[in-house]
Structure formats: structure tokens, C-alpha cells
């Protein structure tokens, strides 16, 4: 669901830029007074690994449509919310910047719909009471199913409405709406089911870390060393190796965008803010498409012939770079957020 500079004005990317950044001021503020340490290294791999697995899109059956999971809901339950927040904005910064995914001028928009939803919604007011402090099988899966497909839903809603008040003309908000809607029912539904499997491997190995995030306190002295581990092992399999799997089919929004306008890409206008943010763009992506060389046009249209598995050295680098610099970014502000108030008491 990242979205393209070319779907919104510069007003509505100013607003979202003003509101994401207002709650990222916000839940630094959180972060900054709690007092678990042992969080930062934990929002660096999930990072990390929400990174990579966002790189693996699945087919949606019947419909010629892939998606991936947003991640920012996994994030919620492994970190609360304000940290939540805080690695999911790490993620779209990292992917808009160095790998040209969504838009520089849409990347607020992005950070809100697919942080804001799931981080301040979802999980607190639906994923919560349905688990419970004490939750069983039944109970996660129901809670992350829920929870995941609610959080996609509000998300497409809210690139509709942002599409909508930016006067893009070729997507009606009625149809746009009757295709964003569905598809990423579906995408929900998978998201929610992965969600649900990794909340049970933790809640089996360090029940702590779940607790933690739900009752808003500390894992205490309870190590992670091997949660850890294992989330390093799974980033490095995830985007090396399983991202040669992704599905080639347009993810939902690009999908709905054809089937209500005709075509897979809008027209970024040549000049204005759009311009000069597509130039700086430009110059930032190194890998951008998440390969060593130029994506092929994004008109889906036309049928792809890229044989599958894509096995490119491009593709595993850019998982496991992207993944390193998001860990990076996100251990860092927390290392940050965390020696803050210490310097301020010297002073």
C-alpha cells in the first residue's frame, strides 16, 4: 500500500507529512520515558525483519493481485504502540529513500496509513480485548485476523480519501473505493494469519516480550538473546532468499488504481514540488525497484515475463541491506530517545 508522489497534491502530502510527524514526536515522547533498555535491539531486528517480509508480496487467487503484509500490527503486539510507530516510520523512510518504494512527497501518507491504523487502532482497541492478558490459540488467531483486516481496511480507506481530496480525477472515489476495499479484505486475511503465527512462536518462547507490550511495562531481566537470534536468521533468510519467490502481479492498490483508471501508473507532474522531491529520489535510491537495474514499466497491462523464481543478486541485496540500514535507523533512535533525559538531568 505505498503510495506513488503521482496520487496525491502537495497539500495533502504537506498535511499528512505535518500529522505523521506530530505523531512520531509524540510516541518518541513515550519511548523516551520508558525504561526498558532491552526494547531498543528488539525494535532493530523486527525492523529489520517487517523490512524483509515486506519484500515477499502473495498472490491473491482469482484476482491477478498480490500482496504483503503491512507489518505494522506485529509490530504493536512484539513492541506497543509508540514503538510501534516509531520502526514502522523507520521502515517507509528506508524503503522510500534508498529503494524508491513510495513516494517522498506521499511518504507521510504512507506512515500514517500504515502506521497510525494498526499501531493506534487496531491493536489497542480490537487486537487487545479479544486476546486478552491471557490469551490462547484461538485467542491470537482471532485477535490478529481482526485486528490485521481492520487495520488494512481503514488504511485503503484512508488512500481513497487521500487520493480523493488531492483531486486526482482518474480515481473516482466510489469506484476507487469498491476495489481498494475488497482486495485488501483478502490481503488482511493473510496478514492476519501470519501476524497470528509469529505472535504464538514468541508468546511460546518469551511470553515476557508479549506481556510487556500489553501491559505497557519492561521485559525485566528475562534475556531476548535468543529471540534475537532467531529474528537475525529469519531476516537473512526472508530477504536473501524467499524475496526470489514474490508474486509478479501488481499488490492491491497498484491493481485497483488499473482497474479503476486503466492504467498501473498515474502521471507525476513534470514540474513543482513533485519534480524536485522526484530528483532528490533519484539521486538517494541506489537500488532502486529493489534491484541493480531499472524495473521494467509498471503497466500492468502487459503480461509479465520474468521467470519465477526471480533469483537476482539484486534483489538479495537489497533485502539484506535494507534490512541492515532499518535495524540501524531503528536502534539508533532508540539509543538516542534513551540518553536523552540523561544529558538534560547533567545539565
Known amino acids: 500500500m505505498h503510495m506513488a508522489d503521482a496520487l496525491i497534491s502537495p497539500a495533502v502530502g504537506g498535511t499528512m507529512w505535518a500529522a505523521s510527524a506530530a505523531l512520531i514526536g509524540y510516541s518518541a515522547k513515550k519511548v523516551r520515558e520508558?525504561?526498558?533498555?532491552?526494547?531498543?535491539?528488539?525494535?532493530?531486528?523486527?525492523?529489520?525483519?517487517?523490512?524483509?517480509?515486506?519484500?515477499?508480496?502473495?498472490?491473491?487467487?482469482?484476482?491477478?493481485?498480490?500482496?504483503?503484509?503491512?507489518?505494522?500490527?506485529?509490530?504493536?503486539?512484539?513492541?506497543?504502540p509508540y514503538a510501534a510507530f516509531?520502526?514502522?516510520?523507520?521502515?517507509?523512510?528506508?524503503?522510500?529513500?534508498?529503494?524508491?518504494?513510495?513516494?517522498?512527497?506521499?511518504?507521510?501518507?504512507?506512515?500514517?496509513?500504515m502506521g497510525f491504523f494498526p499501531a493506534f487502532l487496531a491493536y489497542p482497541f480490537i487486537y487487545k480485548p479479544i486476546a486478552?492478558?491471557?490469551?490462547?490459540?484461538?485467542?491470537?488467531?482471532?485477535?490478529?485476523?481482526?485486528?490485521?483486516?481492520?487495520?488494512?481496511?481503514?488504511g485503503a480507506f484512508s488512500v481513497v480519501i487521500e487520493t480523493f481530496s488531492s483531486g486526482i480525477s482518474e480515481l473516482p472515489f466510489g469506484k476507487?473505493?469498491?476495489?481498494?476495499?475488497?482486495?485488501?479484505?483478502?490481503?488482511?486475511?493473510?496478514?492476519?494469519?501470519?501476524?497470528?503465527?509469529?505472535?504464538?512462536?514468541?508468546?511460546?518462547?518469551?511470553?515476557?516480550?508479549?506481556?510487556?507490550?500489553?501491559?505497557?511495562?519492561?521485559?525485566?531481566?528475562?534475556?531476548?538473546?535468543?529471540?534475537?537470534?532467531?529474528?537475525?536468521?529469519?531476516i537473512a533468510i526472508t530477504g536473501g532468499i524467499f524475496s526470489w519467490f514474490a508474486s509478479s502481479h501488481p499488490d492491491g492498490l497498484e491493481w485497483s488504481i488499473f482497474k479503476t483508471s486503466?492504467?498501473?501508473?498515474?502521471?507525476?507532474?513534470?514540474?513543482?514540488?513533485h519534480s524536485k522531491l522526484s530528483v532528490i529520489q533519484k539521486r538517494s535510491a541506489f537500488l532502486p525497484g529493489y534491484s541493480f537495474k531499472q524495473d521494467k514499466s509498471s503497466d500492468i497491462s502487459e503480461?509479465?515475463?520474468?521467470?519465477?523464481?526471480?533469483?537476482?543478486?539484486?534483489?538479495?541485496?537489497s533485502g539484506i541491506f535494507g534490512a541492515a540500514l532499518t535495524l540501524i535507523f531503528a536502534v539508533l533512535i532508540g539509543i538516542i530517545l534513551k540518553r536523552r533525559p540523561q544529558k538534560i538531568e547533567n545539565q
Request: hydrophobic content about 50%; proline content about 4%; some cysteine.
Open 34 to 80: 520508558d525504561a526498558d533498555e532491552q526494547k531498543i535491539p528488539l525494535m532493530g531486528v523486527v525492523g529489520a525483519f517487517i523490512f524483509a517480509a515486506q519484500m515477499i508480496n502473495f498472490s491473491i487467487p482469482g484476482t491477478g493481485s498480490s500482496g504483503h503484509i503491512g507489518g505494522g500490527l506485529i509490530l504493536a503486539i512484539l513492541l506497543g
Open 86 to 113: 516509531l520502526t514502522i516510520s523507520s521502515v517507509l523512510a528506508v524503503q522510500a529513500l534508498f529503494f524508491a518504494d513510495g513516494g517522498l512527497l506521499a511518504l507521510g501518507c504512507n506512515i500514517f496509513n
Open 132 to 154: 486478552g492478558s491471557k490469551p490462547t490459540k484461538r485467542s491470537i488467531i482471532t485477535a490478529s485476523i481482526v485486528a490485521a483486516v481492520v487495520a488494512l481496511q481503514a
Open 176 to 234: 476507487f473505493m469498491l476495489f481498494m476495499q475488497p482486495i485488501h479484505l483478502g490481503i488482511g486475511i493473510v496478514e492476519g494469519l501470519a501476524t497470528a503465527a509469529l505472535v504464538m512462536f514468541i508468546w511460546k518462547a518469551r511470553p515476557e516480550i508479549i506481556n510487556a507490550a500489553f501491559k505497557g511495562g519492561t521485559f525485566g531481566k528475562v534475556s531476548i538473546k535468543k529471540v534475537l537470534i532467531t529474528f537475525i536468521i529469519m
Open 262 to 273: 486503466g492504467t498501473g501508473e498515474l502521471t507525476t507532474p513534470a514540474k513543482g514540488v
Open 303 to 317: 503480461t509479465s515475463d520474468e521467470k519465477w523464481p526471480n533469483i537476482n543478486a539484486g534483489t538479495t541485496v
